[in-house]
Nanobody, 115 residues
């Protein structure tokens, strides 16, 4: 199973970024997918999750600013991040929980919000 994130980078506060995670080797359409993040010296935390049927959940800190979505035809997970804040700075990880292969993580993509 491979999860490959992209789309991170440096952005000014108030800006937007869209992260992508391309998944191969598992039953993507059947999998629960999530975005997690880890800031320096902090524990990894859930940012947003989406079930195989499209139900979503968000951390309170990002609700109303971030949107998680998935394209099962492209085996791709997205995270649209708007109105970014310095406290959103972290390494963002894609996570898959597949009924066939269990739990897998991507390598992470750095998001830095700074003026």
């Amino acid at each position: 199973v491979q999860l490959v994130e992209s789309g991170g980078g440096l952005m000014q506060p108030g800006g937007s970024l869209r992260l992508s995670c391309v998944v191969s080797g598992n039953a993507f359409s059947l999998s629960y997918m999530g975005w997690h993040r880890q800031a320096p010296e902090k524990q990894r935390e859930l940012v947003a999750g989406i079930t195989s049927s499209g139900l979503t959940n968000y951390a309170s800190s990002v609700k109303g600013r971030f949107t998680i979505s998935r394209d099962n035809a492209k085996n791709t997970l997205y995270l649209q991040m708007n109105n970014l804040k310095p406290e959103d700075t972290a390494v963002y990880y894609c996570k898959s929980i597949s009924p066939r292969t269990g739990t897998d993580w991507g390598q992470g993509t750095q998001v830095t919000i700074s003026s």
